[in-house]
Structure formats: structure tokens, C-alpha cells
């Protein structure tokens, strides 16, 4: 895992965040911000939430359009990146590219080829291409990860527990091949493997299931974990108020991610959604998951 | 792989059936009739066709009535059993047990735990433990299995080839977990991953995500192959003409599925559907997935 940047927040300059949907990255914008370093947002069209872009310094721009957000990111004095939010996998043909991006096009035909690891990882290249420092939002933010212990009140159970450790070995196979970061298993029975489809239609598979008879088993417990190769810069899993929802809505006893190495978007909701919902939320130790 | 019951078929006894449904236990009752075996079917409430169950000497009965089958089977002189035809794993509470049932119930219960290799070779060990060869219904009728080479005249692309390649190592590295059969992959990049939603439901998924632009991948290819473990007798993968329906409209090149590993019912209409479709179906070597 990256360790997180050290020394003096203000020593590193200001803080460029590529701000993509939902409220992480305003969270991470706070946290950056309350320790006195000063944060620009480069928001993306069609993704940022534009009323609180407006809280700080900001600049509105598309996918696809480098150049400009290098001009922004250099007049700023940034010289650090972190790349935030939500944003679907985009198609190529509706990317209006800028010079600057039409420079790199070649890296990035060669990034979309393959998994979402490569892509991320083809992306973060030439952003250091072009003079910049990309960071995990983690690295500028350590607060939002999740940290080893339950959050609210509902503990797994030894079967819970014993479905934990069957889900790890589960990713640790298929994490060689850049599959999605989630599973869900009951009685040591895979019940769902995440792939393209992402960890909440994965959920609502699975209340599907319970709901036609076709999955029988009670509980269960959905795992998310990095994948093994995973550039945790800017692609570690996440979970959120709406993952809690979704694990309740789908029967299952609870959700263990791995501590230090999973985002916890609004951890006092998801705490309160927890305890309303009766699901554990368990960070365990990355211990075997390789970096 | 278990190799083929040898010698004179009439020598072998009558055959029965224990008769699920869709077609293809009837394709193979057919079969091995018209080698001059006689077939004996016990067709299961709820599932077996009851209008093509006439062409046989048969008998009805519910899962769970296993005393009930094993005197059917006695009377008629039935050594060998095949278990074929869909049913989706049982609910406990839906199930009237007989006292035979009874008797083997703490076999059941250990059967039901883990994945559904783990419960069906408990199955089989009950029926020989009672006397019974359970064998695979490809032994009685080999016809049933894909050949190596294409069904219809539509060949896999270069691009095709990488892809079967691909998932095929993903499938071994998930076999040794009893998930599902099936995997996606387009461009390397792998789009779903069957487990307790089974291939029709996960094909429909890439369908949806591909319409919702979650997926932009063109074209992919689905790759089934048996599970390393798995008990070849009762649980191989199977396509028929549904699945290439479902190939087709997941918009998806075509499908590949292991020769000698693999049940083709209706191989006439599944020709001739994958040439309307122009999607390619291909038998591929065993070479690498253990047996």
C-alpha cells in the first residue's frame, strides 16, 4: 500500500482534486482543507455536485479535456492530483478531446484495452507525464478509510466469520484478473461475484434471488477487498449509507472490507444505518492481500 | 473424466430415469431406447413434462420420496440411474419426506451445506449406498455432449480466441470455489462471473448493462466449463437453443463451451438458431481443466 504523504501539509502546496460525482470528494476537500492546505476543484461536467463545488476555488470542465485541466492545475500552483468520485467507464465517442489530450491519445487507446486496473493505471501515467503528482485521496485524507473494528453495534458471528474468510479466498483467486472487488457467500456457498455490473446491482441480485426462491440460504455476508494489483491511488472500494442499505435489502447478516484499505464515505450514517438495519460492518486486518 | 459405460447396452439392464425438466431427459431416454435399453422414467412433480413422460413406463413422485423411487426402480429391474433435467435446489420446508428419506436425512442435511458440487455428490453417494450405479447421462447416451469444432458456419475472431483463452483461466482459478460455470470476457476484460444466478440470468445482465452504457464493450464471448471438482455425472454444464437466444441478445460474438464437457440439448435448433444469430458456438479441448 502507498504510504500516506507526510511532513507538513502547507510545505506540499495547494491540492488539486479532480471531482467527479457524490459527496466523497468534498468530504476529502474538508478533511484537506481543515488542515490548513488549500484545495482547487476541477469539476466534472455532468458529474460534480455544483453546489458544493462552490464552497472552494473551482473550474468546470469535461472528460477529456487535459489541456485544460492542466492550465487550471498549474495557474493554481498545484503540482499534487487526487481524482475523486463517481464516473462510469466513459465511451470513446463521447469524449470531445483538446489538444493536449489528443497528445496522449495513444496511452489512453492503450489504457481502455484490458481491466479497469489497467485503464486507471494507463490514466495515472499521464498525469505524471505532464509534471503532475497523482495521490490517493487516502494519502491526503487518512480519516476516510475504514479502520480495523465494527462500526456500530451488530458483531459478526462465528458463521459469519467462517463466510469472511471462505469470501477473502475467493478474491484472492480472482483478483489475478482484475474482476470486480466484491462477493457475497453464505454457508461457505459463493452466491455472487462482482464483475462489471458493480457491488450494488451485485446486492439487488441477490435480494432478487431470496425474493424468487432461487437463493434459499439465510444471511450472508458481502466481502469487498482491493484487488491484489490494484493501484490503491485512486480505485480502492468504497462503501457508503447507500452499500448498508443494500446489504440489508438483501438479507444478508453484514459487510467486512478491508481496514486501511477501503473508503468509507459518511462513516457516522453509516454507523447510524447499521445499527437501524441490524447488519455488522466489520474492517479486518489486510493481512494476506497482497499490496 | 468418467468414461463411457462400455459393452452391450441390453446387458446392462434397464436404465431409470429420474426426470426433472425441460427436454433433455427425454433426448436422452430416446437415445438410449433406441440402442435397446429399456427405459424406465420416474418423473419428479413439478418439473417433468407430462405429456412426453407417456411415451415411457413411468411413475410420479416428489423430491424427498426417495423410498418411493427406490421401489420403482427395484420392480422394474433398474441397476443403473440417471439423474437429468432442471431443478432449481430444493427448500427444505417444501419437501414431504418419506422414511427412506428419512433415514438418510443427516446425509441431506451434510449434502446441503457448501456448494452445490458439495450437495450433489452427497446425492450420489445416497443413491449408491441403496444399491444404485448412478451414472452420467452422457454414459448412457454420449451423443448428448459437444464435439470439438463449430456448430453452424459462424467462426470466433482472432480477438474471440483471446477472449475463450482469458476466461478459461479465470474459470480455473474459480473452480476450485464451486461457483458457477460461466464467465464473460470482452476484450480481456471480464464482464460477469456466474454463481447462484446461473447463466441465462447473467447473460441477461450483460444485456441490461450494455443498454444502460455501463458496458461499452462490443461483441465478448461466453466461455462455460465444467468445475475442476466437479461430480461429471450429474451436474455438467448444458446449452441449448435458449442460451444462444440469450448470447445473441447480450450482444455478445459467440460461445465456447468444453467437447466432451458439456450437454448439447437440441444441437439441430441450436445450429440453426447460432447461424440466424450469426453467433459462432464452439467445442474446445479439455487440455487444462483438470477432470
Redo the contacts between chains.
Sequence with gaps: MNGPVSGNAVAEGPLAILCGGGTLPFTVADMVAQKGRKVFIYALNGWADPKRVEAYPHQWGAIGQFGRFCRFARTAGCRDVVLIGTL??P?FSQIRFDVATLRVLPQIVAAF????DHLLTGVGRIFENAGFRLLGAHEVAPDILMKEGILGGVRPSARDEADIA?AL??LR??G????GQGV?VA???????E????TD?MLS?IAD?KRS????ASGGVLVKAPKPNQDRRFDLPSIGPETIEAVARAGLAGLAVVAGGTIVAEPQRVTEIADRTKVFVTGIPDAGLPP
Design positions: 462510469i467507464r465511451s484495452r484490458g481491466g479497469d471462505f479466498d475467493v483467486a480472482t489475478a484478473f482484475d474482476i457475497v454457508d461457505r456457498h459463493v452466491l455472487a461475484l464483475a462489471a455490473e458493480g446491482l441480485r434471488l426462491g432461487r437463493v434459499r
